[in-house]
């Protein structure tokens, strides 16, 4: 190779990345690159473009993890040619998995945790669609074995995450779901009941609501389905969405009935990756027993080598999710997960009573028992201070907090909330640092009024319902 040319290659290996040619110049965003680029190059790219995504630790909205220990972090770049599927070809991550179910049977006090049958799916919606087939399923070899007509499916639940909105119309279910009422935004037993009928394939409540973080009560809405079957024969089956709560009552509030300790509950749903602490992609469903689960929903494959039972929507899925669950299990046991869960109510009552002092705010609730850790506040009714939380929200957004603010599902459309979260992670300086950026937004607001007029909707509901 001739000198010259030597030294080209030398010049270009010692280019500064964003010297090169590639950043310099720029690459292309929506055609499909011709020819390969230095890895280092585009990883900067990459990297920086991401830069522009919000910081996750601020985003207030989510529930999901935006903290892991260094472990996980190493487990997850281990596990990441573990394909969750292939049972066969990763028999222990498969073991793993199989711990954790029997973990969780009981952890949700199963009557029979060895019996008990459950898989991890990628979230919580996957693991409701999975609830809400086998409660489709059952109901209609019920119907079948009367003798009675099947085509008319419903599911009664309270507000619910939009994962039910989306079982119910994939699947053609009715879905009756309760609609808030005046300051009633959650279900109530005699409401879910008084929407049951022979139709009905089961009652979803949800164990931390999202739109304002409340525990909605499974032990009452039990014991009305046990009086409403004394009266009229339907034995109408429970699924609870534990998406955040069924992480959080096993441990801060032990001797809340909730789970597998009331007969009538015959399946739960949580995610793993929200108060299971685990990172993103990982959710659970578990049945009471065998036959809560009919058979013929369980796919059985061969030609991975083994006989491998499968029940999911997906084929393909990551291990390392699951494995970190795993870990988290071990890691932290009862007394962990208490502690951390119990840091974070802490911190929300502790936001809480940063709000209310700050003048204009109605706590709707404030982290106490009865929920999950979070903070939900109104504008004060009738009251109006010139601003609405949507402009609140967006002053927040200029010191990187997001602090989302939305509007009631149906009958509540009137009233605007704001949320926080707060997760692992949120330590009570985060809080306090929060808390003084929200007073230097709530002083700027006062200097500076929007000039928009008020919705509504924005001034906190004036109107009522
Ligand atoms: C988050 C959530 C879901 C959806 O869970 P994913 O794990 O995000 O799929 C369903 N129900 C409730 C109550 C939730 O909070």
């Known amino acids: 190779m001739p000198l010259h ?21 720029g690459l292309p965003k929506y055609r499909f690159p011709e020819g390969e680029h230095d890895p280092r190059h585009v990883y900067s790219l990459v990297h920086d473009e991401l830069m522009l995504d919000g910081n996750s630790r601020q ?15 190493a487990l997850m770049n281990e596990c990441i040619d573990k394909n969750m599927v292939d049972k066969d070809e990763y028999p222990q991550t498969a073991e793993l998995e199989a711990r954790c179910v029997h973990m969780l049977a009981d952890l949700w006090n199963a009557p029979h945790a060895a019996d008990t049958v459950g898989c991890s799916t990628t979230g919580s919606s996957e693991a409701a669609m999975l609830g809400g087939m086998a409660l489709l399923r059952r109901w209609r070899a ?37 609609p808030m009422q005046g300051e009633r935004l959650i279900m109530t037993a005699e409401e879910a009941v008084r929407r049951c009928d022979e139709n009905t394939i089961g009652v979803v409540p949800t164990l931390g609501v999202t739109f304002t973080g409340q525990f909605e009560p499974v032990k009452a809405l039990s014991d009305a389905l046990d009086r409403l079957q004394g009266e009229s024969g339907l034995d109408i089956p429970i699924h609870v969405d534990g998406a955040s709560g069924a992480f959080l009552a096993p441990f801060c509030e032990p001797d809340l009935p909730w789970d597998f300790r009331l007969a009538r509950v015959k399946s739960i749903n949580a995610s793993g990756h929200k108060f299971g602490l685990s990172p ?14 009919p058979e013929e929903l369980v796919f059985r494959v061969n030609y991975l080598g083994g006989d491998m039972p499968c029940f999911a929507l997906n084929f393909s899925r990551p291990g390392g999710q699951i494995v970190a669950q795993y870990y988290n299990f071990l890691r932290l046991g009862r007394e962990g997960y208490a502690k951390i869960h119990r840091a974070c109510y802490d911190t929300a009552q502790f936001l809480a009573a940063g709000i209310a002092e700050m003048g204009p705010f109605d706590i709707l609730y404030g982290g106490e028992s009865g929920g ?11 009251a109006n201070p010139g601003f609405s939380l949507f402009d609140f929200a967006d002053r927040l957004r200029t010191r990187g907090w997001l602090v989302p603010a939305y509007t009631l599902p149906p009958e509540r ?25 929200m007073r230097r937004a709530l002083a700027l607001l006062d200097g500076h009024p929007p000039s928009e007029p008020l919705t509504e909707a924005e001034a906190g509901g004036f109107r009522h319902a």
């Open 5 to 25: 040319s030597k030294r080209d290659i030398r010049d270009s290996l010692l280019d500064d990345v964003y010297a090169s040619t590639d950043l310099a110049g």
């Open 59 to 73: 985003n207030m909205a989510t529930f999901c993890s935006t903290w892991l220990e260094p472990e996980v972090h």
């Open 142 to 178: 019920r119907r079948r074995e009367a003798g009675r007509p099947a085509d008319r499916p419903n599911l009664v639940t309270g507000p619910v995450q939009v994962c039910w909105h989306k079982f119910a119309r994939y699947w053609d279910v009715e879905l009756r779901e309760i």
């Open 280 to 293: 993103l992609g990982v959710g659970w469903i578990l049945w009471r027993e065998q036959e809560d689960l």
């Open 372 to 382: 999950i850790p979070c903070v939900s506040w109104r504008l004060k009714p009738g």
């Open 413 to 437: 459309e009137d009233l605007a909330i704001q949320r926080i979260l707060v997760r692992h992670g949120t330590s009570r300086d985060l809080a306090a640092l929060l808390l003084a950026d």
